[in-house]
């Protein structure tokens, strides 16, 4: 068995198995922190913040200039200025034609799909759940809008040029980690076509549900809790079972509960998808978050969250609801303003079986399993595609603002970056933990208004994970790198890293690794007719054998014993002078037994063939001019030196005496 790791960075995993002649991938996440190194895109007058950018001097060992239109900077940090780039799986590492399935875990894992399925050769099946589908489309949606709709004049190239290996030190210091983060891998985002095309080739799945891979291997998918629809997978064969885990959750929010016990005893466990910020409560940060944008709507402040449109932000919104409702706070109205905000909020109302069970009986009861629809009738909750579709008509303030993108370089978050961020009575609440805030508001110093880091990751952090596998308690552990060890700027940690009972082998990106997991045995089924041949004899007390003689075949992954026929002629019956012909399944003779080697030595001496026969000094072969015979691990091998078809035929018949006699 082998794994491929073609990760992009340890939050967007993407990892191929091969094994039982099937390749299935595992997730296929696209990294969005490249983005970071790009200035913001944005759509109308130049906004204020760009108006401290200045040309960065690009020069090289005889002073010229280089690339210089293409960097910009900012308050001593440079940025690309060009359309932004993001970091896809590696596709070198394996021919992406060979890959027979992709298995999608979350909204989040599906991201980089398009760019396996529709710029490689892939030919193969992708299965997902339906709300991972959904959701995963927009998100998508939204990434292409935001990126198509405000396409720079022209694309930077020349900066990213390597033939001067050199080239990259000359870059500004924030730059030249870019070669640290496979620049070369890096692509604008895909199209719209592209990204239809690709969902046309998932095919929707439910928990429990049992997928056949080509007859070799079954896959089945169960409750992550991480996300609604987010899923662990289950990959087995008749004799082995393999466990992925990626995003994994207990804490109770909106999506239905981990699902652990089909989890259990798995040959191999493949784990990712740890919390990024183990060191912080997501309970807790929620409570910060409500109190922070009371507090700031009190003092006549608006809040601005950069989140994605789905995930985290519906337990965000009925947080805030609640809260809000509890104190009857009536002081700031609530906007959520991206082109897949409505598509997004009703789509968490029609996957009640994907839910939580509280949310579900709310479903029968009926109510709404989220309360956003009732703020958003009365007005409380207003959403809007884009802040130019009438966002401006009554728009009242203090007031919350959700809005993408996190990182603050696409997206409708820009035009309140520019609005507010000048003001100390604002607040931008960063909660993503997949993007550095810092980063995120580099392109916008100075900033007056408070910037709070609430990083909510429900996923499991290193302890839990811990009890969780050693609960499962797998044969084997593969996991990234970075979990087998503390983070370089806490080397003293212990804690942050994992410690289970059994050694977890570690995956490091864009590798290939070897595991220890070999077939040892294949299931055969065996036709009705050789079935009905079968007479099983008894051997010893509870144990029944039977010879057997089949040819093997195979078709599609799955093994058939086959009869084997011998044609007998028999005479016709009555007055019929024709004689008919039956085919009579036959079986070659088991030898099963234990011989006496006195026994058979004697039996030997007495064929003038095997005259000489004599012990050797080991006592446990019987040499002979013709042959040899030797006993090992309970098993009788015969080695003939004489190709002469009478000297086997005699063996044959001393062995099988001897085993009569016995």
């Not at 609440?429 to 110093?445: E, G, N, R, T």
């Amino acid at each position: 068995m082998k794994l491929y790791n073609l990760s992009a960075s340890q939050a967007a995993p993407c990892i191929v198995v091969k094994f039982n002649t099937c390749t299935i991938m595992l997730d296929c996440c696209l990294d969005f922190r490249s983005v970071a190194n790009f200035l913001p895109s944005f759509i109308g007058n130049r906004p204020t913040f760009l108006q401290n950018a200045s040309r960065q001097e690009v020069k090289d060992e005889h002073g010229n200039s280089n690339f210089s239109c293409e960097i910009k900077e900012i308050f001593g940090r440079a940025f690309v200025d060009s359309n932004p780039e993001f970091n896809p799986p590696e596709v070198d590492l394996i021919n992406l034609s060979t890959i027979d399935v992709i298995l999608i875990s979350n909204f989040l894992s599906i991201t980089a799909l398009p760019f396996i399925t529709e710029y490689t050769k892939f030919k193969g099946q992708v299965f997902a759940t339906e709300p991972t589908k959904e959701f995963g489309r927009l998100l998508m949606e939204e990434l292409v809008e935001f990126c198509n709709k405000v396409p720079k004049d022209r694309h930077a190239s020349q900066w990213r040029v390597s033939r001067n290996k050199n080239k990259h030190r000359r870059l500004p210091n924030t730059l030249q980690r870019c070669w640290e983060q496979r620049l070369s891998s890096w692509r604008q985002i895909y199209t719209a076509d592209d990204l239809y095309n690709s969902l046309k080739k998932v095919k929707d799945i439910a928990y429990a549900e049992k997928l056949t891979v080509y007859g070799a291997l079954n896959v089945t998918a169960y409750s992550s809790g991480y996300t609604i629809g987010g899923c662990n997978w289950t990959i087995k064969s008749d004799f082995e079972k393999i466990v992925y885990m990626s995003g994994t959750s207990k804490i109770s929010s909106h999506p239905q509960t981990l699902e652990e016990k089909p989890l259990e005893n798995a040959d191999l466990m493949i784990f990712t998808g740890l919390t990024e910020v183990p060191a912080h409560d997501p309970l807790r940060l929620i409570n910060d978050f409500t109190n922070t944008i009371i507090k700031t709507a009190k003092q006549g402040g608006n809040t601005l969250v950069p989140c994605l449109p789905c995930g985290i932000v519906f337990d965000l919104l009925e947080t805030l609801i609640n809260v809000c409702d509890a104190i009857d706070c009536r002081d700031f109205t609530i906007y959520f303003v991206s082109p897949s905000a409505k598509g997004s909020l009703a789509f968490s109302q029609i996957y009640a079986e994907w839910l939580h069970q509280e949310k579900q009986n709310k479903a029968y009861l009926p109510e709404q399993p989220f309360n956003h629809e009732e703020l958003r009738i009365g007005g409380k909750l207003r959403i809007f595609p884009s802040v130019r579709d009438g966002m401006s008509n009554n728009f009242k303030q203090p007031c919350v603002v959700f809005a993408g993108h996190p990182s603050l370089r696409f997206g409708d978050a820009i035009h309140f970056m520019d609005l507010w961020s000048k003001s100390s009575q604002n607040s931008i609440i960063f909660v993503d933990s997949s993007f550095s805030h810092i980063d995120a508001l580099a392109p916008y110093q100075p900033i007056n208004a408070k910037t709070y880091h609430f990083p909510i990751d429900s996923r499991l952090d290193h302890k839990d994970a811990t009890l969780i596998i050693n609960k499962l308690n797998p044969k084997r552990l593969v996991v990234p790198q970075q979990y087998v060890c503390p983070p370089p700027n806490a080397p003293h940690r212990a804690d942050l890293k994992l410690n289970t009972n059994v050694r977890a082998q570690p995956l490091d990106m864009n590798t290939a690794m070897k595991v220890d997991l070999k077939r040892s045995f294949e299931k055969v089924h065996l036709t009705p007719k050789l079935a009905g041949s079968v007479v099983p004899q008894q051997y010893s007390s509870g144990v029944l054998i039977s010879p057997i003689s089949a040819y093997l075949d195979t078709n599609d992954n799955k093994h058939t014993f086959l009869p084997c026929n011998r044609r007998r002629k028999i005479e016709a019956g009555g007055n019929q002078r024709k004689r008919k012909i039956v085919d009579d399944i036959t079986h070659r003779p088991l030898c099963v037994g234990k011989i006496s080697v006195d026994l058979l030595l004697s039996e030997l001496r007495l064929d003038p063939l095997f005259n000489d026969a004599k012990l050797d000094d080991s006592k446990k072969s019987i040499v002979m001019a013709n042959a040899v015979i030797e006993e090992k691990d309970n098993e009788t091998f015969v080695t003939y030196k004489s190709m002469e078809d009478r000297v086997r035929q005699r063996m044959t018949d001393i062995l099988l005496r001897s085993l009569k006699a016995n």
